[in-house]
């Protein structure tokens, strides 16, 4: 690996890369490695990751801060339903990319969150675990955050849910796009049924399931916007550590005086078993 990337380096410069160029897909992941640890600018949005398709790259910006902490909380929530109801499979954010194999050309996307189930997940080999050159995989459910600020915002990814995720070839069975403009906040949901039939709805902002048609995707996850708004909400910290009345744990005996030392407790002994 590190005699390819010597070789690479003479290859490809990172200062002035062609987005008209076809790249060989080690071009592709020699550039993305290098990107672990440095930046470049592309008409002068900040550049970090890059998709890949059809051997053309597709530059990532990076997101504004409020974003990611949307990315954060919705994460986390997936998480926290993962292992609590030992499902244990895998949660991953816009640094996990997946290969959609669109048209039958290696095609690297990397949702903002994504879920691959435990069964899938045993199924890797180490070719698919720890690069892209093995059988192509792909999650069951995944969501975009964005400020949707124009029709043509929403038509981009009403086609990349359509036309990349949600292909007849792929395991994706469920996609949400969170837009947290200021102005407003909505939620679509893109969902694939039998004979790969694709509807898409919109919701108003509310707490939002994932079932299908009485099928569950995610069995009882709901995701909870609440969070979302507080993360988004500027307001002072409350530091105030005053000890409240004794918390028991309802699966033992052990008690606590305050929210976090019982949340840390509940999760390592009882929820991650």
Known sequence: MANMFKVYHKKVDLENLDLKKVYTFEEFTYINDQLKTRTIEIDEEPITLFEFDNGKLIPMPQVPYAIEKVVSKISFQLEYWNMSTNQNGGVTTSQGGFNFYIGGKRTIRAPDISYTPNETDLQLNRLQNWTFKGCPFTPIFLVEVANIEKESDFEN?????????????????????????????????????????????????????????????????????????????????????????????????????????????????????
């Not at 509807?199 to 969070?227: A, C, M």
């Not at 699966?251 to 009882?270: E, Q």
């Open 157 to 273: 990814y009403n086609d990349r849910f359509r036309y990349e995720f949600l292909r007849p070839e792929t395991s994706v069975r469920l996609c949400f796009l969170i837009d947290i403009g200021p102005e407003k906040r909505k939620i679509y949901s893109w969902r694939k049924y039998q004979n790969n039939i694709v509807r898409q709805y919109e919701h108003e902002w509310k707490d939002l399931d994932t079932k299908i048609s009485g099928q569950e995707v995610l069995p009882g996850f709901i995701l909870n916007v609440n969070l979302i708004d507080k993360a988004l909400l500027q307001r002072q910290s409350d530091l105030s550590s005053e000890d409240k009345d004794n918390i028991g744990c309802p699966k033992c005996n052990a008690t606590f005086t305050n929210d976090h030392n019982f949340l840390k407790h509940y999760l390592n002994v009882h929820a991650y078993k």
